[in-house]
């Protein structure tokens, strides 16, 4: 999930101002309260937006723009049914 977002949004938010760029690294707790937005992603199409964290206020305390935007070309991508996505069968094989 984290690489296909980091090319979503490479390829529909930072063309379209919403970012100025998409980089992985490893960040310090300082980043993070200082950033605008943070979000965590995990499975498919799963985002989970952080508002806080260490009881401090992450931007405006509210899931962002960014987050919105994203998990709605995650959740666009996935229904897509292409190549980048694999359906699970339930049960064992």
């Known amino acids: 999930t984290v690489r296909r977002a980091m090319e979503l949004a490479s390829e529909h938010l930072v063309p379209r101002g919403e970012l100025a760029g998409v980089v992985q690294g490893p ?3 300082a980043d993070l ?4 937005e943070v979000f965590l992603l995990a499975g498919d199409t799963h985002g989970y937006p952080v508002v806080r964290l260490d009881g ?16 709605r ?8 049914g292409n190549a980048h996505h694999e359906p ?6």
């Open 56 to 71: 401090e206020q992450i931007g405006d305390g509210r899931p962002g723009p960014v987050y919105a935007a994203l998990k």
């Open 27 to 29: 960040l310090t707790v």
């Open 33 to 36: 309260l200082a950033a605008r």
């Open 88 to 93: 699970l069968q339930a049960g064992g094989a």
């Open 73 to 80: 070309l995650l959740l666009e991508d996935a229904a897509t």
